[in-house]
């Protein structure tokens, strides 16, 4: 996160020292997910992978943003196109945060049979943060468990008119595609 924060100020303060004849706009995705194209594919993409290879005995108490990667592109050629978009943030996220157990609970009920692999037993705040001592992995979310985040979409809903797909749809064509693509344990 701090690191496309501090890419996003370089952008604006460049467009600042350029001092006109160009412009910016930025989109602000949240995790992003869909369709998987190969084997070698994003953080998101690769959290779903380890929930439906069974990897995670339990899930941590966390919440993030959804959007499809089909949406985001959507939004980025929105905001380039138009001359509103000018000078302007866009986040691009598809209806509320989730918790980790609602994505389990969403590949589970669209996917059926092959999410079996899918656990949704929440673990104790506790353990994630033993874990997080030797693993870390973990370690990263200790700080994040819990918390209630969320965002909105209604900028650029009203002002680029972008209507993203469903939480579910983009998390279940994630799923779809690693099956698709062969990329999950057999």
Do not use: Y
Request: charged residues 25%; without cysteine.
């Amino acid at each position: 996160m701090k690191s496309k924060t501090l890419a996003e100020r370089a952008a604006w303060d460049f467009i600042a020292a350029e001092g006109g004849g160009l412009e910016l706009a930025v989109v602000n995705p949240v995790g992003i997910f869909g369709p998987v194209l190969g084997s070698d594919h994003s953080t998101s993409t690769e959290f779903v992978q380890r929930m439906m290879n069974g990897a995670m005995p339990g899930l941590p108490r966390l919440s993030f943003g959804v959007v499809d990667a089909r949406d985001v592109a959507d939004l980025h050629v929105r905001a380039m196109a138009d001359p509103t978009a000018e000078g302007e943030r866009f986040l691009a996220v598809s209806g509320d945060f989730m918790t980790v157990r609602e994505i389990a609970q969403t590949l589970k009920t669209r996917l059926g049979e092959a999410a079996a692999r899918v656990k949704t037993p929440e673990l104790p705040d506790w353990l994630v943060r033993i874990v997080g001592l030797f693993n870390p992995e973990a370690a990263q979310l200790v700080t994040e468990l819990g918390k209630v985040k969320n965002t909105t979409n209604a900028k650029a809903v009203h002002v680029l008119g972008w209507a993203p797909r469903s939480r579910e749809d983009a998390l279940a064509a994630t799923g779809e595609s690693l099956i698709r693509l062969g990329l999950l344990k057999t």
